[in-house]
């Protein structure tokens, strides 16, 4: 069986431990690691190249420079799942999104 690994990139301490805690108390992945950087999260992805990994990040706060930093890191990761969370996301950001992901999970 594959191992699941959920990586949450968001750089504010109390989202990133509710999620973490809701994940691991729920038994939905099998580990659950916490990113604070754009490259800590390179370096974890390709660490993990072998899992199966579900990301959930937050595109408002990550650090991130602009749409297309954004979409160049997800065409070099493609296959992992990925939840992207906000506190508002306008119509045009979530058509962005939808393009990174090809779906939109609320």
């Not at 990139?9 to 580990?31: C, G, H, I, M, R």
């Not at 297309?68 to 992207?84: G, M, P, T, Y």
């Amino acid at each position: 069986m594959t191992k699941t690994t959920l990586i949450i990139a968001d750089n504010q301490p109390l989202t990133s431990y509710a999620l973490k805690t809701w994940a691991e108390k729920n038994e939905l992945v099998d580990s659950v690691i916490e990113s604070q950087d754009k490259q800590d999260l390179e370096d974890l992805l390709d660490k993990l190249s072998q899992e199966e990994v579900m990301l959930i990040m937050d595109v408002e706060l990550f650090d991130f420079a602009d749409k297309d930093e954004l979409i160049v890191f997800f065409q070099r990761h493609q296959s992992i799942r990925k939840l992207f969370i906000g506190d508002q996301f306008k119509e045009d950001e979530l058509a962005f999104l939808q393009k990174i992901c090809n779906r939109i999970l609320f």
